[in-house]
């Protein structure tokens, strides 16, 4: 996550400090705040160079050359399709601000596919049995793949898409993996733990979480290998006006005969060799912050009972067909293919 302080001057700043500070800083572009830090304007090297044309000199104030009108978003009120827009036209680091009109996070485009207004939750509370003797010692998320842990591999993807806020639901050899990422900070994150007591299913954590930001949360297993586009996944989930959503890899199967398809005692139709595609659970999901209630708190409870329980009560329950990347590293047999296949994967 791009750190917002080295981006930003003073508006009373002269000049030749701008010149300074915007040499230290790859996207040469700097935004000048007041003395209550709030955003006014930006400077960028062309206004500089503008600035001088029209006679400026250094000594003047940062001020004098700002550009006053510049893109922005701000927080809890925009939508996908802004950041879209922006990325489109070529922005390369754009300002999100507070109620304050105060930069909370930079987005930068060099860095961040996306910027979505998600929570994440991360289920890395599971003893990796079939992982044995590897995961003896060491908790299956923190086991390399590459040169760094499952699990990492997953917050990094969550970040790139601007999810900042994670918590991690822990319970196996748990320390290990708050130690890892501690608060999150210098992986450019905010990172919160659940901690399970007790195996608690494949979501029944989610119970025990204390704060949620947005509105919508995704979950998503600690041991999936995966470049799931994430935007894409969202898009379609509010477009939908899904309460819950769930990635599936679609699983084609050839019959090698022709079926019938019959009724009672009358075939209807005949399909020769067709080929049936089935959508197996990926074990990453969205789900309205709302619905989040319907789970047991501190009772075992797993993703599939949650999806059961929404279709009882007449809730929408869709699906989205992960077509990158994706592999569950349950077994030995995975973990030796996880090793091949990041040296290919693109993120």
Same mark, same amino acid.
């Given at each position: 996550m791009t750190k917002p302080e080295k981006y930003l001057?003073?508006? @009373?700043?002269?000049?030749?400090?701008?010149?300074?500070?915007? %040499?230290?800083?790859? $996207?040469?572009?700097?935004?000048?705040? %007041?003395? $209550?830090?709030?955003?006014i304007g930006t400077l960028t090297d062309g206004d500089v160079r503008r600035g001088l044309m029209?006679?400026?000199?250094?000594? @003047? /104030?940062?001020?004098?050359y700002m550009?006053? !009108?510049?893109?922005?978003i701000q927080e809890g009120s925009f939508s996908v399709a802004d950041i879209v827009n922006v990325r489109n036209?070529?922005?390369?680091?754009?300002?999100v601000l507070d109620g304050n009109m105060q930069i909370s996070r930079l987005i930068n485009f060099s860095f961040?596919?996306?910027?979505?207004?998600? &929570?994440?939750?991360?289920?890395?509370?599971?003893?990796?049995?079939?992982?044995?003797?590897?995961? @003896?010692?060491?908790?299956?998320?923190?086991?390399?793949?590459?040169?760094?842990?499952?699990?990492? =591999?997953?917050?990094?993807?969550?970040?790139?898409?601007?999810?900042? %806020?994670?918590?991690?639901?822990? %319970?196996?050899?748990?320390? !290990?993996?708050?130690? =890892?990422?501690?608060d999150g900070s210098e992986m450019g994150v905010s990172v919160s733990y659940i901690r399970e007591q007790e195996q608690l299913g494949t979501i029944g954590s989610l119970s025990l979480i204390e704060h949620v930001h947005h509105d919508t949360v995704l979950l998503m297993n600690s041991d999936l290998l995966t470049n799931i586009d994430l935007e894409e996944f969202f898009n379609e989930f509010v477009t939908k006006g899904s309460d819950m959503s769930v990635a599936c890899i679609p699983y084609n199967v050839n019959i090698p005969y022709?079926?019938? $398809?019959? &009724? =009672?005692?009358?075939?209807?139709?005949?399909? #020769?060799?067709?080929?049936?595609?089935?959508?197996?659970?990926?074990?990453?999901?969205? *789900?309205?912050? #709302?619905?989040?209630?319907?789970?047991? /708190?501190? !009772?075992?409870?797993?993703?599939? @009972?949650?999806? $059961?329980? *929404?279709?009882?009560?007449?809730?929408?329950?869709t699906y989205y067909p992960l077509l990158g990347y994706w592999l569950d590293i349950g077994k030995m047999d995975d973990f030796r293919k996880a090793q091949e296949d990041i040296k290919h994967i693109k993120f």
């Open positions: 001057i003073h508006r @009373d700043e002269h000049m030749t400090a701008g010149l300074h500070k915007l %040499n230290g800083v790859v $996207e040469l572009t700097l935004f000048v705040v %007041n003395d $209550e830090g709030q955003l029209a006679g400026k000199n250094l000594d @003047d /104030k940062v001020s004098d550009k006053t !009108q510049f893109r922005y036209i070529g922005i390369q680091i754009l300002p961040h596919k996306s910027f979505l207004p998600l &929570d994440a939750v991360i289920m890395a509370g599971g003893r990796g049995v079939r992982l044995s003797p590897l995961t @003896d010692t060491i908790p299956k998320p923190l086991l390399k793949v590459g040169d760094r842990p499952i699990i990492e =591999h997953g917050v990094r993807w969550l970040s790139r898409h601007g999810i900042g %806020n994670i918590t991690i639901s822990v %319970n196996y050899l748990a320390e !290990q993996i708050v130690d =890892h990422f501690g022709a079926i019938l $398809e019959i &009724d =009672h005692e009358s075939v209807l139709s005949l399909k #020769e060799k067709p080929t049936l595609t089935y959508y197996s659970n990926a074990g990453i999901y969205l *789900l309205k912050k #709302e619905h989040i209630g319907l789970i047991p /708190k501190g !009772q075992f409870y797993n993703a599939t @009972d949650l999806i $059961e329980n *929404l279709i009882s009560k007449g809730r929408k329950v």
